[in-house]
């Protein structure tokens, strides 16, 4: 790479896009020479803030650029797979947002055309690189909460509403790729309902039950349709239970000391245990500070230096989100029936 910088180009400049261009621009090691959106205003509004990005409606000129090094693509979900082969194809590196594509067939083809060209392909799960769900993974790792008995993720608000995809697709990727990341799997099976309120298209809501090995169960409530916003992960192990809560700039991880125990008393009559819950401290510790959106530019930025595979964000990574969203949204189609994930 002729250029000490890796140059960026961003397609699409709606909600994430400019935020990438942001953090792109800011960091030491890359320099954003293009964005692209159909909508021109956009583009000026962009332009305004970044004097040295030039902005186009015609995606094609990024990707036929021969100074731009790697894309970051921001578009709609549905234009992701097309995006992201056309991308490859023309020799950039990739970062796409979640999710990876809209089947796994189409992850497959996009993760074997990364690895024939040498390109990076990354997804951008960027909960992966918030310190509060890193110390979530350290707790499992260490032992010190215990075998996992379930977890559950609540991710609610009243919109911002889309008419691309349903809240499943837009919000639950999150969850699932940090649930994956926690219990280092892919579910077993997974179970879900979803409702239409607001129009009949598209679920403005829906609830999905995931079983992982362990066997460890974990639910996802995801809503559009909700007074609170919420953005919470609760952790429940035979020693300790954990909260994280990642509008809660304070203290964003409770670690509470509770567990429940079985005494040595025989019940004659019913050949039982009793159960007795044990109280302890909660614990607030202190979580290190950053921009998730920063620590996963840097480590895209990273990877394409070291010509190294995005192992906690790769394609296959971005596989596993999408074969569990199918699974899903194939569950919530049969009334919540059990679904494997093939």
């Given at each position: 790479?002729?250029?000490?910088?890796?140059?960026?180009?961003?397609?699409?400049?709606?909600?994430?896009?400019?935020?990438?261009?942001?953090?792109?621009?800011?960091?030491?090691?890359?320099?954003?020479?293009?964005?692209?959106?159909?909508?021109?205003?956009?583009?000026?509004?962009?332009?305004?803030?970044?004097?040295?990005?030039?902005?186009?409606?015609?995606?094609?000129?990024?990707?036929?650029?021969?100074?731009?090094?790697?894309?970051?693509?921001?578009?709609?979900?549905?234009?992701?797979?097309?995006?992201?082969?056309?991308?490859?194809?023309?020799?950039?590196?990739?970062?796409?947002?979640?999710?990876?594509?809209?089947?796994?067939?189409?992850?497959?083809?996009?993760?074997?055309?990364?690895?024939?060209?040498?390109?990076?392909?990354?997804?951008?799960?960027?909960?992966?690189?918030?310190?509060?769900?890193?110390?979530?993974?350290?707790?499992?790792?260490?032992?010190?909460?215990?075998?996992?008995?379930?977890?559950?993720?609540?991710?609610?608000?009243?919109?911002?509403?889309?008419?691309?995809?349903?809240?499943?697709?837009?919000?639950?990727?999150?969850?699932?790729?940090?649930?994956?990341?926690?219990?280092?799997?892919?579910?077993?099976?997974?179970?879900?309902?979803?409702?239409?309120?607001?129009?009949?298209?598209?679920?403005?809501?829906?609830?999905?039950?995931?079983?992982?090995?362990?066997?460890?169960?974990?639910?996802?409530?995801?809503?559009?349709?909700?007074?609170?916003?919420?953005?919470?992960?609760?952790?429940?192990?035979?020693?300790?239970?954990?909260?994280?809560?990642?509008?809660?700039?304070?203290?964003?991880?409770?670690?509470?000391?509770?567990?429940?125990?079985?005494?040595?008393?025989?019940?004659?009559?019913?050949?039982?245990?009793?159960?007795?819950?044990?109280?302890?401290?909660?614990?607030?510790?202190?979580?290190?500070?950053?921009?998730?959106?920063?620590?996963?530019?840097?480590?895209?930025?990273?990877?394409?230096?070291?010509?190294?595979?995005?192992?906690?964000?790769?394609?296959?990574?971005?596989?596993?989100?999408?074969?569990?969203?199918?699974?899903?949204?194939?569950?919530m189609g049969q009334n919540g029936a059990l679904v494997t994930v093939s």
């Open positions: 790479m002729a250029s000490k910088f890796i140059n960026i180009g961003v397609i699409g400049c709606g909600h994430w896009g400019p935020n990438h261009i942001r953090i792109f621009s800011h960091l030491a090691g890359s320099k954003v020479l293009m964005c692209a959106d159909p909508d021109s205003s956009r583009l000026d509004a962009i332009q305004k803030t970044f004097l040295n990005v030039r902005g186009t409606k015609n995606y094609k000129e990024i990707l036929n650029h021969p100074d731009i090094h790697a894309v970051c693509i921001a578009a709609p979900t549905d234009l992701h797979y097309s995006l992201t082969k056309e991308a490859l194809k023309c020799g950039k590196h990739v970062l796409c947002e979640k999710p990876l594509a809209m089947t796994p067939e189409e992850c497959r083809e996009l993760k074997r055309l990364a690895d024939q060209s040498g390109k990076v392909l990354m997804v951008g799960h960027i909960f992966l690189f918030n310190a509060g769900i890193v110390r979530l993974k350290e707790y499992i790792r260490s032992g010190e909460l215990g075998k996992i008995y379930y977890a559950y993720s609540t991710r609610t608000n009243l919109g911002p509403f889309r008419y691309d995809v349903n809240a499943l697709w837009d919000l639950a990727p999150h969850d699932i790729s940090i649930f994956n990341y926690l219990f280092d799997s892919c579910p077993l099976n997974v179970s879900g309902r979803g409702q239409k309120c607001l129009g009949e298209s598209l679920e403005d809501l829906a609830f999905a039950a995931l079983e992982y090995p362990g066997p460890v169960l974990a639910n996802v409530h995801v809503s559009w349709l909700d007074p609170k916003k919420v953005r919470q992960i609760t952790i429940v192990g035979d020693k300790k239970m954990v909260v994280w809560d990642d509008l809660d700039n304070v203290g964003p991880i409770k670690l509470y000391d509770k567990h429940v125990e079985k005494t040595k008393t025989f019940y004659e009559t019913y050949g039982e245990f009793q159960l007795l819950s044990k109280e302890g401290s909660i614990t607030i510790p202190k979580v290190g500070v950053g921009e998730p959106l920063k620590k996963q530019g840097e480590y895209f930025l990273k990877c394409i230096t070291d010509s190294s595979e995005p192992e906690l964000s790769d394609a296959q990574k971005g596989l596993d989100v999408v074969r569990t969203l199918c699974a899903i949204q194939s569950s």
